[in-house]
């Protein structure tokens, strides 16, 4: 069927009225004026922070939109591994000696949320769970990008293994460097989208994440969380470290 043809003029009206925050403001805040704004949507805009308001809300229709766009059959392109980028690059918002140094006899991974078996798992048993691995493209928002080999357990199977609501609307992640965000169900359940453990083919670097990291080539970097301590399933926006501050939060690349 053929989607039908969208009305930007009603869309960007009703998204004024409609939608909640959060919003990709500092994006937004700097490609948009106040006239600009009041030309686009019709109404007065007559300070700051009603244009805060306004691009809040249209952010959060964009981020409705993506979803709406959002094919979960479509695969990303995947890569010889001839291609992969040596050395993968090294991101985060704190520098390499700030890296949190986890012991795996320590480790636990915490479960929560709308879930059926809520028991923590250890590095033991998360490496038990069938593996696979791809060779795929991070994007980074920043207008970086590197192929890499990322292995792990897909993580729709890990979502059906601890009986995860998968009608539920979201799923966060918390980090041990204190970094957490959340992605849509229907990424969750994306073939490509893993929990991995390795890079390359050897345990999964501390640079990269160690011990588990979120990969999903289908969202930007900072949508691909490092470090994950803990997962919860939940109907309620859970908002995101850089999302709270501004960036889109469906955030599909």
Not at 115 to 138: C, F, G, I, M, N
Not at 162 to 181: H, N
Request: proline share 7%; glycine share 8%.
């Amino acid at each position: 069927m053929k989607k039908p043809t969208l009305d930007h003029s009603a869309i960007i009206q009703e998204a004024l009225k409609e939608l909640p925050s959060p919003a990709r403001r500092l994006f937004m805040q700097r490609a948009v004026t106040l006239g600009g704004l009041s030309l686009l949507s019709g109404c007065t805009v007559k300070d700051e922070a009603s244009a805060e308001r306004l691009l809040m809300k249209i952010s959060r229709f964009n981020d409705d939109v993506q979803a709406w766009l959002f094919d979960p059959n479509k695969l990303a392109p995947t890569y010889p591994e001839s291609m992969i980028t040596r050395p993968f690059p090294f991101n985060a918002y704190y520098g390499r000696d700030e890296i949190p140094e986890i012991e795996a006899d320590d480790y636990l991974l915490e479960i929560s949320g709308l879930v059926a078996d809520k028991h923590s798992w250890q590095l033991a048993e998360l490496y038990q769970l069938p593996q696979t691995s791809q060779v795929t493209r991070l994007i980074c928002v920043e207008g970086w990008s590197a192929i890499g080999k990322w292995g792990g357990v897909t993580f729709s199977t890990f979502l059906k293994r601890i009986g995860a609501d998968l009608s539920a609307k979201y799923v966060g992640f918390k980090c041990e460097d204190d970094y957490y965000t959340s992605i849509d169900m229907a990424t969750a359940l994306h073939p490509q989208t893993l929990l991995t453990f390795t890079y390359d083919g050897q345990t999964l670097p501390p640079e990269y994440g160690y011990p588990m990291r979120l990969r999903m080539p289908t969202k930007l970097g900072y949508k691909n969380p490092k470090y994950i301590s803990a997962i919860f399933v939940t109907n309620t926006y859970p908002g995101g470290y850089w999302e709270d501050q501004g960036y889109n939060w469906f955030g599909g690349s």
